[in-house]
T-cell receptor
Framework: EAQVTQNPRYLITVTGKKLTVTCSQNMNHEYMSWYRQDPGLGLRQIYYSMNVEVTDKGDVPEGYKVSRKEKRNFPLILESPSPNQTSLYFC??????????????FGSGTQLSVL | QKEVEQNSGPLSVPEGAIASLNCTYSDRVSQSFFWYRQYSGKSPELIMSIYSNGDKEDGRFTAQLNKASQYVSLLIRDSQPSDSATYLCAVNRGKLIFGQGTELSVKP
């Protein structure tokens, strides 16, 4: 089954404790992206990757890191989480932009609470 | 001005009515437009894409695009309680820019 797998589904942590949210896709997609969703603000892009070893900042990259060592995986790293990073996070992937199939496939989301 | 703007709602319609969701965008060079549906606690899913001016129909859903006026809309005919969700408009400008979403409630 084509899917984007994101873990964990829920995470509660404390300020300053490093954490990683994993994301993996099995569709051989070149493009992967991380979003955060906050009430009234919609989906905002954190980082994206056009292919292996190619990453770039989105609209709200501060406080986040990513890596793309393999095509299927795109982890999101919070080196020192703060309460303002409490949010619902989504990983997404699609085939290379510019093609006719621009559908984004989303993971099931990670609800993060930073105390 | 936000790049993609939607009425935040909530929009409430009775079952069987037509629900009309609107979205405006600021960048004239945008070429492709999408509507995603998101049920509470779930991830967004693509329901419609539109690339050319005019209407595109898919079952009970119709997407309308007017590039001159920079708006895109989604009509849901014969609305059902199962259509109750948040609808996200997205515009492709090399990357997808999402609106804040419109919450739709269909009352039985």
């Amino acid at each position: 089954e084509a899917q984007v797998t994101q873990n964990p589904r829920y995470l509660i942590t404390v300020t300053g404790k490093k954490l990683t949210v994993t994301c993996s896709q099995n569709m051989n997609h070149e493009y992967m992206s991380w979003y955060r969703q906050d009430p009234g603000l919609g989906l905002r892009q954190i980082y994206y990757s056009m292919n292996v070893e190619v990453t770039d900042k989105g609209d709200v990259p501060e406080g986040y890191k990513v890596s793309r060592k393999e095509k299927r995986n795109f982890p999101l790293i919070l080196e020192s989480p703060s309460p303002n990073q409490t949010s619902l996070y989504f990983c997404a992937s699609r085939s290379a932009p510019g093609g006719t199939n621009e559908k984004l496939f989303f993971g099931s989301g990670t609800q993060l609470s930073v105390l | 001005q936000k790049e993609v703007e939607q009425n935040s709602g909530p929009l409430s319609v009775p079952e069987g009515a037509i629900a009309s969701l609107n979205c405006t965008y600021s960048d004239r060079v945008s070429q492709s437009f999408f509507w995603y549906r998101q049920y509470s606690g779930k991830s967004p899913e693509l329901i419609m894409s539109i690339y050319s001016n005019g209407d595109k129909e898919d079952g009970r859903f119709t997407a309308q695009l007017n590039k001159a006026s920079q708006y895109v809309s989604l009509l849901i005919r014969d609305s059902q309680p199962s259509d109750s969700a948040t609808y996200l408009c997205a515009v492709n400008r090399g990357k997808l820019i999402f609106g804040q979403g419109t919450e739709l409630s269909v009352k039985p």
